[in-house]
C-alpha cells in the first residue's frame, strides 16, 4: 500500500478537513459532499482521515467486521454463530478500512446479491458481499459521486442513513450493519446532483483553491518533501497525527454523553425556519453535528457557537437561492443571527425550567 499524505499536513481547507472529522466522531451524521475544483485535496483528504482513524474490534472470521460489543448490531450470520447474540464471539483488533466506490458501480456489485438458485436447490442461503459489507465500520469514498447512478447514490445513501443493508430476493433475506463515513466529492463543472440526492448528503462543503502565495509555497513544499521521502515526512507529523486519532476516539466515547436544552432545539428550529430551509433532515443533522463538535471539545453539552459550527457544514446545499442569500454565511453570521433570534422570542434555561415546573401537578397543602 503507498504511503499516505497526513490529515494534519493538509494546507488549509479547515471547513472540509471539519466536516470530515465531525462524521468520524459520529458515523450517524450522514456523510458529506465536497465539492470544488481540481486539485484542492479532496481525495487527499478523504484517504488520510481513514488512515488515522482508531483501531477497531471485530468479529473473527465475519465478512462483514462487525462489532463484538454490538450483538444487536451483529450480521445474520454472527446472530446464527452466538445463538442469537447469547453467546460471545472472538474478535481481533484492525485498521479502519477505506473502500473506493468505481463510477461503475451496479446496484448488486454495491448492496450484494443473494444466490437463488442455490437457495431453491439446496435449501441453503448463500449471500456474496458487496462494497457496503466491505465498508462496514469505514469509510467509504465516491469520486465523481455526481456522475454515479441516481439510483446506487439513493442505495448508499440510505444504508447511510439507517445503519444496515438489507438484501431480499424471492422471500429470501439477508442483513448485515453497514455504518461508514460516506465522502462524495465532485467537480461541478461536470454537472451537479439533483436536489432530492443532495439533501440527502447531511453536510456539505464548497472548496476552492488557496489564494494566499505563502500557503500555496507551503503546498509545494510540503508535496515535494512527501514525494521525495514519504516515510520521513510522515515521521515529522506523526505526533499531531496521533494526537488527532487520540481526539476522535476519545469524542466517540464521549459523544452519546452530549447533552442539550430545549433552548438549543428552539435555536436550531428557529434558524432553519428563518432561513427558509425546507423539511427537517436539517434540524437533525445541526444537532447531530452540533453533539459531535462538543464531544470533540471535550465537552457534554451544546452551545450556541457548535450550532453555528454545525449549520455553516449542514446549509449550503439546503438554503433556497435567492438573490439576498447567494454569499455563504460564515460561522460568526451563522452564530449573531441565533444569538439575535434567541433574543427576540426564545426562553432563558430558567424559564424552560419554570415552564416546565408549571406542566407538573402541584402538590397538596397539608
Known sequence: MPPIFPFTAIVGQERMK???????????IGGVLIRGERGTAKSTASRALAALLPKVKVVDDCRFGCDPDKPNTWCTECKERSDGGKKPLPFHVRTTPFVNLPVSATEDRVVGTLDIEQAIQKGERHFEPGVLA???RGLLYIDEVNLLDDHVVDVLLDSAAMGVNMVEREGISFSHPARFILVGTMNPEEGELRPQLL??????VDIVGIREARERVTIMQSNLDFEQDAEAFRARWKAKEEELSRQIERAR?????????SRDLLSIAALTASLNV????ADLVILKAARAQAAFEGRTKINDHDIALAAELALPHRIKRTPFQQ??????QLQERIEQLAGQSMPSEAEDESESQQGKPEEKKT
Not at 199 to 204: H, I, N, V
Not at 253 to 261: C, K, M, N, R, S
Not at 327 to 332: D, F, H, N, P, V
Open 18 to 28: 471539519r466536516a470530515l472529522i465531525l462524521n468520524a466522531v459520529d458515523t450517524r
Open 134 to 136: 466491505s465498508a462496514n
Open 199 to 204: 439533501d440527502r448528503f447531511a453536510l456539505s
Open 253 to 261: 466515547e464521549l459523544v452519546g454523553q452530549v447533552t442539550h436544552t
Open 278 to 281: 425546507d423539511g427537517h433532515r
Open 327 to 332: 454569499a455563504e454565511m460564515t460561522t460568526e
